[in-house]
């Protein structure tokens, strides 16, 4: 394949947060009329690039060229000028505002004289573009009433409505259904003839293999390799991203699964989800899979008291659970390690030993007065247990990095000694090494006769350590497989929507 | 969902309407149409200050500097007005919105270019403008017998029949209706508002927009001190004491989220109303103006929980049911 | 291995540097600050080092210190209460309404603290239940309050205190040291061991610093910020009675803007207005900073609003201060 020159070129980009560095001398290429997927695990600092290519970070270090000529991105709208544009992870939208203002917040059309607004203008092309990549979607909607896929349709429509050179896609398919994916492929080979410059953020091998042309491969914030998809298998590939080979990736252990301890009946909510129906045995890990926004996050804070409006049963060793608050549910015995890690399960400001203190803090310290000995004892023996790496326990859990965060919160819950474990996207955006941590410590815990509860969108994830796999589609329970029955295919269909 | 926001609105106006029908039937003179007007007319410097301090609040501050900023510049165009009385009528207000300005300009650049938030910079202005009052004016009241007759009657001067402070306002808001539905600075006021990280990403320098909000509101209360010495024809430190919790207040009962992002013209002109019908009235009904601190506190707290109501997040529906439903 | 590690980890712990160390140097700026305020009063008039001057200089701010030692623990639990001011004046009603009535000492301090109490409880029930910011309710309940005192009182003042009441705001407990003052110490200790010393302390912390992330812990947070609200409300009862006892009368615009002060001499003592830190000693010293500043421009015949100015370029220089700092520093480096 004849190599254009590039149109975007990264050349020993660097970025350091406080405890982690998120990329570290790494280099891409995009080229006009091609597709580079960007490959590595969560953690390898795909995002962290995205947003340096969108001037929303700036690189510590390193240059960035466009068209040859080096260029300095110090905010989002210089990004834009060069006709950069991205479709976030996650997607950072106005919920209060229309899909119109959405689409063009920002970059407004103005009427040429008056220099005022032009709202029939842009509702007629937010119609247009919408139209374009087949989503119905009212232009005068207020977003906050639309789906996830919408909203993520919009995102797309938003990155359209520029005069786009370079279009960056992270994972965007996570929250997509069968038909939207369908769709966002032919916007892509439209964009391809179009000579945009694409990246595209996946870790979906199928995905890649279908619409990539080159491939750029990151892992623990480095440059791992680059090339030509037909060059490279999928073996490589994993290879290259997880620096070994898959096999040893998941130390599932064999566990004689016991008696049910969770029991959960029709379990309902307003909005989010509707009749879920399932058990949880001792030693047992129970994986729910789905797409971003199926209703599982939902539904594991809805077990451990965080939503109130909830219909259904919810056993717990057989005893009947009420329970409309996290203190309630803990002192039953369920624990959740919450997706959003620094928003929901640390505090950062406080150190290590306050952390894993503050769910039983009047256990610890019965008389209602501080015992800092008593409480450093007890943060001393679940965080060595876990392996935390940090200098005391009096170190502050802002400085240290996602996986030894992800350690703190789970040494929190430890020490409450549950009798059930809900564990959210646990892996989520921490390095390879704490992975294999955290998921070595799940198969002690299932050992020990806790049961285990593990969402997660990671496909390979999921099918390594989970014993069962619920699958959710749109707030629906949709399947249900044993291990002896995983099949990729069988996952995804379901959670994509085939099959309805 | 849009139907419902409107809904709120005329709520608000259904509720004011049957405050007037109510006040009729003590003392039907109230809803005559002169008494309405004048009702209005009354009303128009809070009207101005709610809509200059909505756009603070959409922008996730607040400007508790307003009242101090009025006895300010009311205070310098008054002693202007009285050392300098052949000094043409125009140039006096435009002094006294031109200091506005600046003061709003201080407020804005501490909350945007110091980040401090803007409960504690207009706290403290509030009582640094106030006592400024003080130094220039060493305590001592200009009276109307000081002022000069254009500076007293000009905001009085009737077109129609109505009054040149109703116009004034009627003009205000047509003004910032107009900067908030089609002006981009406007729009970038409730984005950043809405959600500051989104905005971030989109290219809006959320401290910017709250910047020029700021200066906005000091603009206008630089305007409203020239109006409020002109139609109490006294100047002296207390001047509008207390008077920015009424302004919040009026935002507040008119659905203006104090958490930012949401909030329209239409509504908060309602909630003015509404606070400048109970003020006129109690004394027409035979209610101890004593009340009336306590009617506004009250009204306010009903206010935030009647909001707080309609605001509560929705959930995001992904049920496929739901998404039938809504058709 | 492990073993060897955590022990190290421990030896460090009793050593080691407590999380409240990066408020120390800001104690430590405010007090160098204090210290040169003292000498700037004391070479600015011979009256200064008067001990019943100092003493007299007290009663200027304990009674607004009072409030703002439970409010500095509302603030770093995210909270703010704009009504403080309100509450004194009328919780200063019911005891005067008390007092018209006959009732014995005891019974109007603990009217005044009750009363104080309920408005807090009034306060903190709309910001929990109906999760509204805690700025607009305060603003709300700050003219319903004070709009009651109006319509009590109108432009008249009570003012039939029994004797022996005037001992709260005017009494001494020993030579020169008031009533007052000697309370205000012992419950700046109450809330020093309460902040720093207690689960309650800690959970405060926690919530200041994450609502969600404390709320996930197993903390009550609605519950922990009634509380809070109710003991600012029952403390602004108390000031209500040494304010009460020392004027000797109750009008409707009795502490009337103390708010700012109050508010001023917690965000002075380095309690970050956002929530999550802040000390009670540091609170301490801004209140003895406040009250030495405001003594010594009264003894220069400073007018009071101009003290005023003054209080309000402090709120705003000591939050600008250290930002200024950072950057200054930022651009050297």
Redesign the interface.
Known sequence: MHQPTPLLELRGISKTFPGVKALDNVQLSLYPGRVTALIGENGAGKSTLVKTMTGIYQADAGDILFDGCRVHLSSPEDARALGVTAIHQETVLFDELSVTENIFAGHYLKKPKTGALDWKRMHERAREILLDIEAPIDPKTRLKQLSIGQRHMVAIARALSFDARVVILDEPTAALSHHEIEELYEIVERLKAQGCAIMFISHKFDEIFRIADYFTVFRDGQYIGQGGIEEVSEEELVRMMVGRTVDQVFPKSEVDVGAVVLSVKNLSHPTEFDNISFDLRRGEILGFYGLVGAGRTELMQALFGVSKQITGEVRLKGKLLKVSSPAEAISEGIVYVPEERQAQGTILELPIFQNIGLPQLSTINSSGILSTKAEYEVADRYATRLRVKAPTWHEKVENLSGGNQQKVVIAKWLATKPEVIILDEPTKGIDIGSKAAVHEFMSELVQEGLAVIMVSSELPEVMGMSDRIVVMHEGLSVAELNRADFSAEAIVSAATGGGH | ??NLLKNRETQLAAVIVLMLVLIAFVNPDFIAPSNLLSVYTESSILIILALAQMLVVLTRC?DLSVAANVALTGMVVAMINSQYPELTLPLVIAAGVVLGTLLGMINGL?VWK????A???T??????Y???V??ISN?EWVNSHEMSLAFINTPRTEIFGVQGFAIISLLIIAAIY?FT????LG??M??AG??P?????????VGRTQFWAFTISGMLSGLCGYLWISRYAVAY?DVALGFE?QV??AC?IGGVS??G??GTVLGCVLGALFLGVINNALPVIGI?P?????????V??IA??AN??AE????????????LA?G | MDGIMSQTTQAKATTGVSWTSRFKTWEAFLLLITAAVFVLNTLASPYFLDPWNLSDATFNFTEKAVVALPLALLIICREIDLSVASIIALCSVVMGLLAEAGFSIPLLVLGSLIAGTLCGLLNGVLVTRFDIPSIVVTIGTMSLFRGITYIILGDTALKSYPSGFEYFGQGYVYWVFSFEFVSFLVLAAVFYFLLHRTNFGRRTYAIGNNPTAAFYSGINVARHRLILFCLVGLFCGLASVMLTSRLGSTRPTIALGWELSIITMVVLGGVNILGGSGTISGVVIAVFLMGMVTFGLGLLNVPGIVMSIIIGLMLIAVIAMPILLRRFKQRRS
């Open positions: 969902m849009a607040i501490m110091l980040g401090i938030p409960i504690v910079v706290l403290g202005t509030m009582s640094i106030r006592g400024i003080f130094l305590g107009i539905e089609k002006r981009p729009r970038e409730y984005a809405n959600s990280t989104a905005a971030f990403y989109t290219g809006i320098d430190v919790l919040v207040a507040v104090i958490m992002g949401i101890s004593f009340w009336q601190m306590a009617i506004s506190g009250s306010i707290v935030v929980i707080s109501r509560r997040k929705v959930g995001r529906i992904i049920l496929r049911k739901a998404t809504r």
